[in-house]
T-cell receptor
Framework: EAGVTQFPSHSVIEKGQTVTLRCDPI?????LYWYRRVMGKEIKFLLH????????ESGMPNNRFLAERTGGTYSTLKVQPAELEDSGVYFC???????????FGSGTRLTVV | GQNIDQPTEMTATEGAIVQINCTYQ??????LFWYQQHAGEAPTFLSY????GLEEKGRFSSFLSRSKGYSYLLLKELQMKDSASYLC?????????FGTGTKLQVIP
């Protein structure tokens, strides 16, 4: 079975630009999560999709972040406009509704300069 | 609310045993995960404890005490490849909260 795939693996953008991160979950996993790890700190929850619906978006830092999961398959996380403090590693994880196991992607390392 | 505490760094010798502790305060607690993360890679699942007690899986064991809000990960017969960050994560309702991770260095 293919794992969780994230694209790009690295992104360096200037402050004020827009970046879109993509996550392809494991096929059939209804639950998709976005997490972010800022250097030296813990992995923090951003939001949770169940199929195409946002179940919980309490971790989204502000309205510069927009996540979508059209069709309930892959998800995108757009940051517009990017700020310096948005730098970090953005992880995506997916989980089947029938079990507890979260499978993580390798993450996208975002650097805003 | 959610709060997880684990040591920042640990060093242990190849072949030895190391115990990584984690304390948590989680509303709606459903279970406790341990993940291993090598630098630049995805966190990989090690264990998930729901009930009190010790669960053993090869060289790795995980313990949970729900009443004390305490867990530990025990690594036996340490190998150099075990050098990694070990993340404690508690599961509340539909959400997993991570600790900062314990960076374990295994030395010869």
């Amino acid at each position: 079975e293919a794992g969780v795939t994230q694209f790009p693996s690295h992104s360096v953008i200037e402050k004020g630009q827009t970046v879109t991160l993509r996550c392809d979950p494991i096929s059939g996993h209804d639950n998709l999560y976005w997490y972010r790890r800022v250097m030296g700190k813990e992995i923090k929850f951003l939001l949770h999709f169940v199929k195409e619906s946002k179940q919980d978006e309490s971790g989204m830092p502000n309205n510069r972040f927009l996540a979508e999961r059209t069709g309930g398959t892959y998800s995108t996380l757009k940051v517009q406009p990017a700020e310096l403090e948005d730098s970090g590693v953005y992880f995506c994880a997916s989980r089947a509704s029938t079990n507890y196991g979260y499978t993580f992607g390798s993450g996208t390392r975002l650097t805003v300069v | 609310g959610q709060n997880i505490d684990q040591p920042t760094e640990m060093t242990a010798t190849e072949g030895a045993i190391v115990q990584i502790n984690c304390t948590y305060q989680t509303s709606g607690f459903n279970g406790l995960f341990w993940y291993q993360q090598h630098a630049g890679e995805a966190p990989t699942f090690l264990s998930y404890n729901v009930l009190d007690g010790l669960e053993e899986k090869g060289r790795f064991s995980s313990f949970l005490s729900r009443s004390k809000g305490y867990s530990y990960l025990l690594l036996k017969e340490l190998q150099m490849k075990d050098s990694a960050s070990y993340l404690c994560a508690s599961r509340g309702y539909q959400k997993v909260t991570f600790g900062t991770g314990t960076k374990l260095q295994v030395i010869p």
